[in-house]
């Protein structure tokens, strides 16, 4: 058997979702063995959201992003009017 071209990805070892992190930081560490199953996997059941709740959601979320859009266009409008007074 040969070196079959197996490496780490990241500066530390071992494979799966918290690979990025050092060792000492990783919910197994932290928790106890099979941590970053009951914390953070399939188990965890996520409730259906209701139709009411999620148009309210839906709604208030555009409502935000129409603020931030109307609030870059007035900062894009400001950078204009001050990049014209400089070419002057």
């Known amino acids: 058997m040969g070196w079959r071209g197996r ?8 494979r799966g979702p918290f690979s990025n992190l050092p060792p000492w930081q990783r919910p197994g560490w932290l928790y106890g063995r099979g941590a970053c199953w009951y914390l953070y996997g399939p188990y965890q059941a996520v409730p259906p959201i209701k139709a009411e709740d999620e148009a309210a959601l ?3 979320q ?19 009017e001050r990049l014209d007074e400089l070419k002057k």
């Not at 555009?62 to 204009?80: F, Y």
């Open 7 to 14: 490496g780490w990805a990241g500066p530390w070892p071992g």
């Open 58 to 60: 839906l709604k208030e």
């Open 62 to 80: 555009k409502t935000l992003v129409e603020e931030q859009l109307q609030t870059m266009q007035e900062t894009l409008k400001r950078i204009q």
